[in-house]
């Protein structure tokens, strides 16, 4: 079971942003992923491995974490980051995803 | 580059098959887990299961007992059928491509709306 939080954050542009992720038991940083959900939209990805950011990413998100703890880090929130945010692990269930934070830009 | 793009019918009554398909263009299903995830209005995401092209299947053990994915290689498709349906079987359903090289979900059709209800 993977638990996110906070279940919101409303944060002012340019602060930043961290979203946690814990899991009910260790789980391999290779197969723990972060996805961006904005209204009306598929997910995308964002981190994958923990820690490496997708393709076309900027460079302001950040993954980081191993074993049941894992963080995002938005580090200057810009208007467009405004979404919902999931993480997910592939492992023996075999696919779960953490129940999201919303991120609101004041 | 990839696209995926659901279809089929948004409408499906209790107790029915809900029946979705999945349309792969820009890279071969011969390659790469071909996968179901599935998101209630206003909730999270659900994963339902994964085709391989050589029939290999994976479901979620929630699910497991009420459905079926396949894959068609000569159609480019995959499809997912999902038995005796209930209101709780409502939600915007997504089809995705898995990433070996990334071990996530890269590609995202844009999902399709399908209501359970009589």
């Known amino acids: 079971v993977l638990t996110q939080s906070p279940g919101t954050l409303s944060l002012s542009p340019g602060e930043r942003a961290t979203l946690s992720c814990w899991a009910s038991q260790s789980v391999s940083s290779s197969y723990l992923t972060w996805y961006q959900q904005k209204p009306g939209q598929a997910p995308r990805l964002v981190i994958y491995?923990?820690?490496s950011r997708a393709t076309g990413i900027p460079d302001r998100f950040s993954g980081s974490g191993s074993g049941t703890d894992f963080t995002l880090t938005i580090s200057r929130l810009e208007p467009e980051d405004s979404a919902v945010y999931y993480c997910?692990?592939?492992?023996?269930?075999?696919?779960?995803f953490g129940g999201g934070t919303k991120v609101e830009i004041k | 580059q990839v696209q995926l793009q659901e279809s089929g019918p948004g409408l499906v009554k209790p107790s029915e098959t809900l029946s979705l398909t999945c349309t792969v263009s820009g890279a071969s299903m011969n390659s790469y887990y071909w996968n179901w995830i599935r998101q209630p209005p206003g909730k999270g995401l659900e994963w339902i299961g994964y085709a391989f092209h050589s029939g290999a299947t994976k479901y979620s053990p929630s699910l497991k007992s009420r459905v079926s994915i396949s894959v068609d290689t000569s159609r480019n498709q995959f499809s997912l059928r999902l038995n005796s349906v209930t209101a709780a079987d409502t939600a915007l359903y997504y089809c995705?491509?898995?990433?070996?090289?990334?071990?996530?979900?890269?590609?995202w059709g844009r999902g399709t709306m399908v209501t359970a209800s009589s």
């Open positions: 995705a491509k898995w990433s070996e090289r990334y071990n996530a979900f890269d590609i």
């Open positions: 491995g923990a820690s």
């Open positions: 997910q692990h592939y492992g023996t269930s075999p696919v779960t």
